[in-house]
């Protein structure tokens, strides 16, 4: 049984590169658009259908499309980061296969005071971080200051205006706020949640993100930059006896192809965001099982209003007509016609999106799930009116992974004929997330995996100042209307507020949505266990090979 995976070398994979190469270079021209009829709903499978008998140890490869950033819960902005993460940090809480929010290292659900201001935290007893300190109520209390405090954080919008955070015993945490923050259940379903080990955040000596401890399945062995991640079974961990594998190593692997190669040689076992190119053809071939789900998130365009000096900086109006006025803005989200690209890109596997609210979310409503009609010549009309030469030349930096290319190439023929030249500007996706940081950009194609609460997927982008508003949009009316629903329980009233608040973006345009991803995964069937849900994570921790039948 193949156990330990390498980079794929054959002439299938050589191709994959050079059919980057090819279509980098094309950047600058415009593809005929050929729209294919487009599809119903898909079903989720969110793990592979049967019940196998796992053996004890072995060596696990997945293939992971982009590399993670710094491996630092409260800095962290990557999905990728969160696929090694969850096999070595666990949260206070997680979500099911259901998107039900569960209990991890807590041990119930918060208890909430009336006035919704106090929460209460029961976390569990005997579990131990990776380096031996022991896991308590004081832990999750330092991790949560660290969140709250320290520079560049991402984490402190999630948890909204805490107050206070108190550990009264050993095996309680009290949250206190200045007014309720109902998201906050949610926020620690995700990095928010990620214990952090207060040894390893003493060590002022060695970055944690260099050297990560947490309470989970497998702990941190080594990471070579750009090439892999690898980590090994915890022995420490609370739940040792249900984890079966000895060492999980992530693999970068930008191109889809190359992923999907090494998938069948057997030289990887688990592949992440299988390309829609690939996928009908996976789904056929009986070594292999695909899991999809629909997304919690987004893709779409980051519009660079104010970043002028990093994100979280005070706010700078950019020069620039697409910065500074809201009609040219307006121009381009109607110049993109969201349902022929998605259809044409993307094989029907992706659905067209305008709103950072997924329609299967009970937060979803009419507002919400309006979108933009495609219409060229009235973006041109708008154009003209805010005094704009036609064509408005816009600079797009994207990501150099095969469907991000295939993507923004065809979104540069569609935005033509609305009056805009854009010029694609690939990178590589750690550079792309820096570039983000820093504001150097004008207009990025990027998205986010999404979260439970709305909460999660506007307020961190919308309200001044918060960790991820990397387009330094500022608007009163959106941090009034965001501030508002976090404070409510009800579910009808705050999805009221979050249907204004997308009315709000489809006039200020500070995020351009264009479309809505299926988490798709795939996995050799030597092993079983592998788990993928809305929030787009890949769940490798009671995963393991199957064991050889007599």
Excluded at 43 to 59: F, I, K, N, R, Y
Excluded at 140 to 158: A, D
Excluded at 207 to 225: K, M
Aim: with cysteine; charged share 20%; glycine share 8%.
């Amino acid at each position: 049984m193949q156990r330990h995976g390498t980079r794929a070398t054959t002439p299938r994979a050589w191709a994959g590169a050079a059919g980057l190469a090819a279509l980098a270079i094309a950047m600058t021209g415009c593809v005929p658009l050929q729209y294919p009829e487009a599809q119903g709903p898909r079903t989720d499978v969110t793990a592979a259908p049967g019940s196998e008998t796992l053996q004890e140890g072995g060596d696990l490869v997945m293939a992971l499309s982009s590399e993670p950033d710094k491996l630092d819960p409260t800095t962290s902005t990557s999905l990728y980061t969160r696929f090694v993460m969850s096999s070595m940090c666990e949260k206070l809480y997680d979500i099911d296969a259901s998107g039900e929010i569960v209990p991890q290292l807590a041990t119930e659900l918060p208890e909430i005071s009336a006035d919704g201001r106090t929460v209460t935290i029961p976390v569990r007893t005997g579990a131990v971080f990776s380096d031996g300190t022991p896991f308590n109520a004081e832990a999750v209390r330092t991790t949560f200051e660290r969140n709250l405090t320290l520079e560049g954080s991402g984490r402190k919008t999630e948890l909204g205006p805490i107050e206070r955070v108190t550990a009264p015993d050993a095996t309680t945490v009290v949250v206190e706020y200045d007014t309720p923050f109902a998201p906050l259940t949610a926020a620690l379903a995700d990095r928010a949640g990620m214990i952090l080990s207060p040894t390893a955040l003493a060590d002022e000596s060695t970055p944690f993100a260099d050297a990560p401890s947490c309470v989970g399945p497998f702990s941190f062995v080594e990471r070579i930059p750009q090439t892999s991640i690898t980590l090994e079974k915890d022995p420490n961990y609370y739940a040792a006896d249900e984890v079966h594998l000895d060492t999980i190593t992530y693999r970068i692997m930008s191109d889809a192809n190359i992923r999907a190669a090494n998938l069948r040689s057997g030289d990887v076992h688990v592949a992440d965001a299988i390309s829609p190119q690939d996928a009908d053809a996976l789904l056929l071939e009986r070594d292999l099982e695909l899991l999809q789900t629909g997304s919690l998130g987004y893709q779409g365009l980051t519009v660079n209003i104010g970043n002028a000096n990093g994100t979280g900086q005070p706010v700078a109006q950019r020069e620039g007509p697409l910065a500074a006025d809201p009609r040219v803005r307006q121009a381009l989200t109607m110049s993109i016609d969201r349902p022929a690209l998605v259809n044409s890109v993307f094989n029907n596997w992706y659905d067209p999106a305008c709103s950072p609210i997924s329609p299967n979310s009970p937060f979803a409503s009419e507002a919400s799930t309006e979108c933009v009609d495609y219409d060229p010549e009235g973006a041109q009309a708008l154009l003209a009116e805010a005094g704009v030469e036609i064509p408005l030349r816009v600079e797009l930096m994207v990501a150099n992974s095969p469907d991000a290319l295939r993507y923004s190439q065809a979104l540069q023929a569609s935005v033509r004929k609305g009056g805009f030249d854009l010029r694609i500007q690939p990178v590589e996706y750690s550079t792309l997330l820096d570039m983000q940081k820093q504001g150097k950009f004008d207009l990025m194609q990027i998205g986010w995996s999404g979260r439970i609460d709305p909460h999660g997927n506007t307020a961190t982008f919308l309200t001044t100042g918060a960790g991820n508003n990397d387009g330094g949009y500022s608007s009163p009316e959106m941090d009034d209307l965001l501030t508002r629903a976090a404070q409510l329980n009800g579910v009808e009233e705050r999805a009221k507020l979050y249907g204004e608040a997308v009315e709000l973006i489809h006039r200020d345009n500070p995020l351009i949505y264009t479309y809505r991803q299926r988490n798709i995964t795939a996995h050799t069937v030597e092993v079983s266990g592998v788990r993928t849900y809305t929030d787009g994570v890949v769940r490798l921790s009671r995963a393991g090979f199957v064991a050889d039948k007599d």
